[in-house]
């Protein structure tokens, strides 16, 4: 099985429409495709290689099974090449194994966690970011996520041991402004120097500012302050934490 293919471009486009402004570009990628659901369980694999992404801040490792298989996974900090990685029920806690949160002592570093069973990992993904398994009850597992928020999850779902890798990411400079268009992102003209029809910020003579009541999307809808919708569907889970 291939485990890369071209990545196509978008460039913020819809039919032919700008839906997202600032994208356009871009060198050519390859996207590596990950194993998020890291189903191929109870079969242990070797890491032959950790490599550098261009489509995530954090790392990845190739792993090869003893089937011959080979799947890309995130690569936690601390992983080394020839260590050995499993998934599934009754993993041994090291770094790198999917192991369900049932089974993960509490005050554990967690990364790449399942919001739904067997959906594969969505949350924690990037670089050097880290979950800890905060308690558990009945039915749930408390995890406090990167953002100091608490939320309650699924004991089945699978998460994987360990921080991720390649923290020294935020400290990197851009450089130069042909760097960004190399990553697809195109110039920001700010929304106070334009003109009223091509944006809400627009219009006015001289540094006027905000000519509005608040800040407006495209759209009309209100883009400041708390703007999460009020009745989301996952606000049952949320068991501390701002919302």
Known sequence: MKLTRILPKKSGRSKGTVTV???????????????WKRDKQAIEAMVEEISYDPNRSADIASVVY????????????????????????????????????????IGTAIHAIEIRPGKGAQVVKSAGSSATIFGKEENWVLIK????????????????????????????????????????IRPTVRGTAQNPRSHPHGGGS??????????????????????????????????????
Do not use: C
């Open 145 to 184: 996520l990167p953002s100091g928020q608490v939320k309650r999850f699924e004991p089945t779902s699978l998460a994987t041991i360990g921080q991720l890798g390649n923290i020294e990411n935020k400290n990197k400079k851009i450089g130069k402004a042909g760097r960004k268009r190399w990553m697809g």
């Open 66 to 105: 003893a089937d011959g298989e080979r799947r890309y996974i995130l690569s936690p900090l601390g992983l080394s090449l020839g260590q050995k990685v499993i998934s599934g029920k009754g993993s041994p806690l090291n770094l790198g194994n999917a192991i369900p949160l049932s089974e993960i002592p």
């Open 206 to 243: 001289g540094k006027s500012g905000v000519g509005m009541k608040y800040p407006k999307t495209p759209w009309g809808k209100k883009a400041v302050g708390k703007t999460r919708n009020k009745n989301k569907y996952s606000d049952h889970l949320i068991f501390k934490g701002s919302i």
């Open 21 to 35: 402004r600032h994208q356009g570009g871009r060198a050519k990628r390859f996207l590596r495709d990950i194993d």
